[in-house]
């Protein structure tokens, strides 16, 4: 019998774009009030989700909002993984194709 299976795959997989760009966490907070944000820089996204990088002593919340600096749209967003500084997310819908593009122009042009 040999152990060494395969791993499943992914049902799909995302184009990753380096975006190196500021932004917020907004936490979400009683009865959907968004008072407390805190700044993140986001390495990388995809439609599917981000890695973002924040202070290592900062205690993420499992759901929050994330704000890219220069758009004015918050995204729904939910921790997957963490491993120090690096905090790995799932976005809670699927980013808009023409939404991403206008992210990843934005951030090319400044």
Known sequence: M??????????RAYREFNLDRPGNIIFVGHHLSTGTQVRCLIRTITLAGALLEVSPNLEM???????????????????VKREGEFVTVSFNMLLNPEFLHHVLRLSFET
């Open 2 to 11: 040999h152990l060494d299976t395969e791993h499943p795959k992914p049902e």
């Open 61 to 79: 919340p499992s759901h929050f909002f994330l704000e890219i600096l220069g758009i004015h749209d918050e995204i729904g967003a939910t921790v």
